[in-house]
């Protein structure tokens, strides 16, 4: 069976612009919180802009991700791609944001390296998966609205357990396509049973509990949005019944659903099915962009901190427009950089 034959990856698609939107979407969610405006809900249920990107990254991750290893069950290689495509950069973003506290940190050069927390940033973030996720560097944005250094690289741990889970679903079941993809869909009704539960009863977990360790909050609505990606995936080639039927179940749940947390699974799914279906397409596909390469994780990792700057420094309360521009360009190039020194160079090593 020629599973790398299935795959519509190696086609002009808009994948790239897709994750790049996503990254955007949580560049400009923490720009409106960091100057102090209610952030941007997706609809009634009030879906967040940041969520909604995460949610658009998670979903795109389980549909390549799945397809990667279908075009080869390769256990050892799967791992290795997985590894090269987060830690390089990942690293080097960590020393940038070392490095770039100690320009800024209003403490002496001495006080800054010897103190415990400068290394608590590195010793703890440098695996991703160890918790709790550090989010400050001693006498670094002491003056921002929020003092974090980056505060989005806590969803990080969370794609690497997606990835592990993953690899322990397709290990289990090999080239089984069709067992692959029961077996998954058994999870994912589980998964989305779960999460409306959990949203029913519990409220979410606040602060560092939210975002610096694991909780199950987190852990299903990531798990659930990588897992419908995923059997997507499986699930290819698609007939328009059968296309028409995956996406006539969220819609259901948001029609028909009970309560306003089955609506909010449902659109939730909803949106990253419609996510993918566009970024098989080429709609949105860019071969100057495909040339510049794949900003999308660079954006991610750089934002924070150059927003932070720039908004602490810059911002007056009416000139956001500005600094927005200002920032989502400096960070672009940033990316760039990133891209082209970092990323790519070990990519090639997949």
């Known amino acids: 069976m020629n599973l790398a034959a299935q795959t519509p990856l190696e086609r002009q698609n808009s994948f790239d ?14 720009q409106l919180g960091m100057a102090g405006y209610p952030e941007l809900p997706l609809g009634p249920l009030g879906i967040a802009l940041a969520s909604t990107g995460l949610y658009i990254f998670f979903a795109l991750s389980g549909y390549l991700v799945c397809h990667s290893w279908l075009r080869a069950p390769s256990l050892r290689r799967f791992l290795k791609a997985r590894v090269l495509r987060i830690y390089p950069a990942f690293i080097v973003n960590i020393g940038f ?45 002491v003056d921002a609205r929020w003092p974090i250094v980056n505060g989005s690289i ?18 289990a079941t090999g080239t089984r396509k069709a067992l692959a993809r029961n077996a998954l869909a058994i999870v994912l ?13 519990y ?22 949005t990588f897992a419908a990606g995923a059997l997507y995936a499986l699930s290819e080639p698609l007939s328009d019944r059968a296309r028409l039927v995956f996406l006539a179940v969220p819609a259901a749940l948001i029609i028909f659903g009970p309560s306003p947390e089955f609506s909010r699974a449902g659109i939730i799914l909803l949106l990253v099915l419609l996510m993918i279906e566009v970024g098989k397409t080429e709609i949105f596909f860019s071969s100057a962009y495909r040339r510049v390469g794949d900003l999308s994780y660079g954006t991610f990792l750089y934002g924070y901190p150059i927003q932070n700057l720039l908004m602490t420094r ?24 990133s891209w082209r020194l970092v990323e790519k160079p070990f990519l090639r090593n997949k």
């Not at 770039?100 to 010897?114: C, H, K, N, V």
């Not at 009704?189 to 009863?201: D, E, K, P």
């Open 189 to 201: 009704f589980l998964l989305i049973t779960a999460y409306v539960y959990r949203i029913s009863v």
């Open 17 to 30: 612009l897709i994750r790049l939107f996503a990254a955007l979407c949580v560049l400009i969610s923490h």
């Open 314 to 337: 810059y911002y007056n309360g009416s000139n956001f427009s500005i600094v927005t521009a200002a920032t989502v360009t400096i960070v672009l190039a940033i990316a760039w950089l």
């Open 97 to 141: 944001c070392v490095l770039f506290g100690a320009m800024l940190t209003t403490l002496s050069a001495s006080d800054y390296w010897l103190s415990a927390q400068t290394w608590r940033f590195i010793v703890l973030n440098a695996p991703i998966l160890t918790v709790p996720t550090q989010f400050t560097l001693p006498g670094v944005f």
């Open 154 to 171: 806590w969803t990080i741990k969370y794609e690497l357990l997606c990835y592990l889970a993953s690899a322990a679903l397709m290990l």
């Open 203 to 224: 409220e979410p977990p606040q602060g560092e509990a939210f975002f610096g360790y694991y909780n199950a909050f987190n852990l299903l609505r990531f798990f659930m």
